[in-house]
């Protein structure tokens, strides 16, 4: 039976809808409404935020308040490393997207000679940079990090020399660069990206699974179809974002998107993978309840997690 260690950051710098490091606090309000005792089970350890960011004027604006980015990847990692060697499994449970770079920094450090995998069952694709990005929001930027990419050919910016230091730091923290090879992330329910990213989804055949296989082919199959692409894996991290599912039930996250995942699709798409011995970790991430209504979102969040840790356990 695996040992589960939940993390918390309660960080939204990354975002640009203001609200998600709110999400974690309604999860679990959404565990006590179901009468749940899951949060106590677990150990659990926050990491400190660097929410103060939002009340001051932003200096980066190609890559917004990455100077506490830097700052969460360097402690998250580390909580991460830690807890891997200890034999935890590590539940993330986090506001904005962007300190997933910082998780898959953790595994690595954790695991230095493993070949890790990454499910990103996300409505975005999150592969741009301070030279791409068209919001400058760092929650677009992880996984850009964690494969060590500029994208300069497609680069629309000049960026100044303090965002360059900190986004080398983001792509190398842990002395590793890249993370993770880009042939081995695979993206489940892709639908809401910019021409900069198909780039690099192109330039590296990065494999996309769309909301419409999963719905024709079963959470089943495409789970069996997704690990045989990673395969040559020895590791596999799962970081669900929650507006992979469709708008009409993704109202509580900053980007809502059409064409999305049915709430049983991607219960049912978690849990198939936690059977699998290779997850190493799994996010879940972007719950924001000032967006919602009767904290709708976190209780969804909630049944997938629970669902999801019960079935890991088992295995």
């Not at 899951?38 to 990491?47: A, L, V």
């Not at 891997?84 to 695991?111: R, W, Y």
């Not at 993370?179 to 993206?187: A, G, N, R, T, Y």
């Not at 999305?260 to 978690?270: H, N, P, W």
């Amino acid at each position: 039976m695996k040992q589960i260690k939940i993390i918390e950051v309660p960080s939204e710098i990354g975002a640009g809808t203001r609200g998600s490091s709110l999400g974690i606090d309604a999860i679990k309000v959404a565990a006590l409404d179901f009468m749940s005792n899951f949060f106590i089970h677990f150990p659990s350890e926050k990491i400190k935020d660097e929410n103060h960011l939002l009340y001051e004027p932003i200096e980066t604006p190609y890559a917004r308040r990455i100077k506490g980015t830097v700052k969460l990847y360097d402690r998250l990692s580390k909580a991460i490393q830690k807890a891997m060697k200890e034999n935890f499994f590590p539940v993330i449970l986090s506001g904005d997207h962007s300190t997933a770079g910082g998780t898959i920094a953790g595994i690595k450090m954790a695991k230095p000679k493993s070949r890790l995998g990454v499910v990103w069952i996300d409505a975005h694709a999150d592969l741009h940079t301070p030279y791409t990005t068209p919001s400058g929001n760092v929650h677009g930027m992880p996984l850009a990090a964690t494969i060590n990419t500029d994208n300069k050919e497609c680069a629309i910016h000049d960026i100044a020399e303090e965002t360059k230091q900190h986004w080398n730091f983001l792509k190398n923290i842990g002395d590793m660069a890249p993370k993770v090879l880009p042939q081995d992330i695979v993206f489940i329910s892709l639908r809401d990206f910019e021409k900069e990213e198909r780039h690099l989804i192109d330039k590296y055949d990065m494999k996309v699974i769309t909301t419409k296989e999963v719905r024709n082919k079963g959470a089943e199959n495409v789970v069996r179809k997704v690990l045989r692409q990673l395969s040559d894996c020895t590791d596999i991290y799962i970081s669900f974002d929650v507006d992979s599912l469709d708008a009409s039930i993704s109202k509580g996250t900053g980007t809502p998107v059409s064409n999305g995942l049915r709430e049983r699709e991607a219960e049912d798409l978690v849990s198939k993978f936690m059977q699998n011995r290779k997850i190493c970790c799994f996010e879940i991430t972007e719950v924001n309840p000032t967006l919602d209504k009767e904290n709708l979102m976190a209780e969804i969040a909630f049944n997938i997690l629970q669902r999801s840790i019960n079935i890991l356990m088992m295995n």
